[in-house]
């Protein structure tokens, strides 16, 4: 029997293909995947115990090959983290990625402080926690490794990521090239580890290990609670609904380009985007033209309930237990649309529009459940208040004390001042789109694991140190 030449051509170029695929799978010495908890705990464990030996000197080595690593490979996560989670836009993720790479704190955020006088110095320094445990959100896979990564370890420590399951691969993948920079550079094995298969008993297990020192929960109010019950010192980086107010002393085009960019920015999945508009009725219809002229596409009347019906699940909940009240609607997010493109959003009710949509808007009023809830998609809704102080008023209610992100478009210091007392937000952007807080146009370095609730603000390196006492007596003091 003859077998076809082409077909054995054929059968080889799957093979190599198959292959070709597992690649990223396959897992070498020290680059920190492992079966099974204990396993990744042990690992990082060793692996702080020589972070430890070395100088600050060569941990900030260890840091630059981790930027470079992730630099040269922010394409690569951008897209695999689009692929997989099938969120997001793939260019501003790699601005993410990049942002992550260079504006994360080094080793220079670490500050130590010292008393003399006459009894001798006195000195406070920033130690490592040890083995930090940090779990990590779907909706910036790549960029929270990153960020957690270079500054728990810029602070001496190692890390035991918890990733989401559903951005499983791009998670891990990161966590093996930031170990092969490392070892490259010099530095200890798995300093960064993680379970193959994570999954929320993995979480659980990697919580509650002995081993781990300190938590770091960066997703929804479910996981920081989690962190926060578990007996243990924790960093809680909890959800966001950031109010866009908008008031008649604004610069109402440059409001309207500054909205929709930061809306829009990676289809609205980071934490800190605008989730609202609250704007003052006078100048309503002109933010609202400007809006559209800068990508956004209005919709209103029925479309407004048919998006609704699309991207909201209903729930019927009793007001409370055991209740014979009739039972009151509340509805959650359809985890279907979220980080999806505003196209992609309106073709489900019929809309055709074309790429430079980036955006949808709609009046809606202020209870609506596309203000209430965090959707983390392109909708925008907008609400109209006849002044600033219903408008302060409302933004701190849609906040819903997450003390996460506000946004302000105006002129007037007072009003800026007055809504910025009100909300006590850990980010509060003035005049420009929201991402600007973490550095993007705005000055200061960036994070991507913002701790409302814990009160930590923008982590950065020292926020995942102990303070050391350090105490000489009789000496020291040269004065
Ligand atoms: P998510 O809460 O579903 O998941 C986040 C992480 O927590 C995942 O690793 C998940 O597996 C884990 N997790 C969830 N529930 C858990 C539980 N009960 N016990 C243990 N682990 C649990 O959130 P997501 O969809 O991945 O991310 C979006 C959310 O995260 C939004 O609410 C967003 O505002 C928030 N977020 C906040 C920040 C910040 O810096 N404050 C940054 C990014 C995202």
């Known amino acids: 029997m003859t077998i076809d030449p082409n077909l054995i051509a054929k059968i080889a170029a799957e093979v190599m293909a198959r292959v070709q695929e597992r690649q990223p ?15 990744a705990v042990a690992a990082a464990r060793a692996a702080q115990k020589q972070l430890k ?3 600050i000197e060569k941990r900030e080595e260890l840091i630059q090959a981790m930027r470079q690593a992730a630099c040269d490979n922010a394409e690569l996560l951008a897209e695999m983290g689009v692929s997989e989670s099938g969120m997001g836009r793939v260019s501003d993720k790699v601005i993410k990625n990049r942002l992550a790479a260079t504006k994360t704190p080094g080793t220079e955020d670490l500050k130590s402080e010292a008393w003399s006088g006459d009894r001798g110095l006195t000195l406070i320094e920033m130690g490592p926690y040890g083995v930090i445990g940090s779990i990590t959100p779907t909706t910036n896979p790549s960029e929270t490794v990153i960020c957690n990564g270079i500054g728990m370890i810029a602070a001496g420590n190692a890390v035991v990521f918890s990733p989401h399951p559903t951005a499983k691969n791009t998670s891990l993948v990161t966590i ?3 170990n092969k920079a490392i070892i490259q550079a010099g530095g ?18 990697m919580m509650q290990h002995p081993d781990i020192n300190m938590l770091v929960a960066t997703g929804g109010p479910a996981v920081v609670k989690a962190v926060m019950s578990c007996g243990k010192k924790a960093i809680g980086a909890g959800a966001g609904n950031p109010p866009a107010v908008v008031d008649e002393t604004a610069d109402i085009e440059k409001a309207a380009k500054d909205i929709i960019d930061g809306c829009s920015f990676d289809n609205n999945l980071p934490c800190i985007a605008e989730k609202e508009v609250i704007v003052v009725g006078s100048v309503a219809d002109k933010l609202m033209a400007y809006m559209q002229r800068y990508g956004a596409y209005l919709i209103s009347g029925p479309d407004v309930d048919r998006l609704a019906k699309v991207i909201l699940t209903e729930k019927a909940e009793l007001a409370a237990a055991g209740c014979t009240e009739k039972p009151k609607k509340s509805y959650a997010v359809n985890k279907n649309y979220v980080g999806k493109d505003a196209r992609y959003i309106l073709s489900q009710i019929g809309i055709q529009v074309p790429d430079s949509i980036r955006a949808v808007i709609c009046e809606t009023p202020a209870d609506h ?11 925008l809704p907008v609400v109209q208040v006849k002044d600033i102080d219903a408008a302060i008023e409302l933004a701190v209610k849609v906040e819903h004390g ?8 105006s002129k007037n210091v007072d009003n800026l001042t007055k809504l910025a ?4 937000t850990t980010i509060f952007v003035k005049n420009a789109p929201s991402y600007a807080g973490i550095g993007v146009g705005g000055e200061g370095f960036t994070t ?18 102990r303070q050391r006492r350090c105490v000489l007596v009789d000496a020291l003091s040269i004065v």
């Open 421 to 424: 007392k009100a909300i006590e």
């Open 53 to 55: 030996k070395l100088s």
């Open 402 to 409: 997450n003390r996460h992100t506000a946004i302000m478009h």
């Open 176 to 178: 093996k090239l930031l």
């Open 448 to 465: 991507f694991t913002i701790a409302g609730p814990t009160g930590e603000g923008l982590t950065s390196p020292r926020s995942f140190t």
């Open 188 to 205: 200890p094995p798995n300093l960064l580890t993680a379970v193959a298969e994570p999954s929320l008993a993995a979480t659980n297990a």
């Open 25 to 39: 799978e396959t897992v070498s010495a020290g680059e920190g995947i492992f079966p099974t908890v204990d396993e």
């Open 369 to 379: 459940p596309f203000v209430v809830e965090e959707l983390m998609m392109p909708v």
